[in-house]
C-alpha cells in the first residue's frame, strides 16, 4: 500500500532552464519519506533505542520536466524488507493524472547509533518497518 503527498512547483525549484531542478527531486522524495515515517512509523521507538535512518543508494528515473504552479503527487511504499536494508519505491506524478514525472528506489539502513553499524531488521525493529508497508 502506498501513502501519497502532494507537493506543489514554486519558482525556487526551478533552474534556469525554468524547470524543476534534478537535485530538487532529492528533496521531495525526502519530504514524502518523512511525511510515511511520521504518519505510519513508530518514531519514539527508534528514538528510545538510538536508531536512524541513513539512505545508501537511490536510483531514480527522470521521465518528464515539472513546471512552475503543477502539482506533484508523490507515493511511497516499501517495495522490500531485507535482514538489514529496506527499499522504499517513490513514484512522482502530476496530481490527477497518470503521466509519471519521475520514479525512484531508495534504499535505506536503520543505524544502531550507539555502534554506527546497520542494525538487524528483526523483532520489534522490524515490526515497526513492516507496519510501514501497509
Partial sequence: MSHTIDIKVRGYHLDLFR??????????LEEARWNLLESRGNMDLLEQHGYTFAVVNININYRRAAFMGEILQIATSVKTIGTR?????QRVTLK????????ADVTFVIVDTHTDKAA???GELRVAIERLAT
Avoid: G, Q
Fill in 19 to 28: 524547470h524543476v531542478n534534478n537535485a530538487r527531486y532529492l528533496e521531495f
Fill in 96 to 103: 490527477d493524472s497518470d503521466t509519471v514525472v519521475a520514479d
Fill in 85 to 89: 536494508s529496506c527499499v522504499m519505491h
Fill in 120 to 122: 538487524p531488521l528483526e
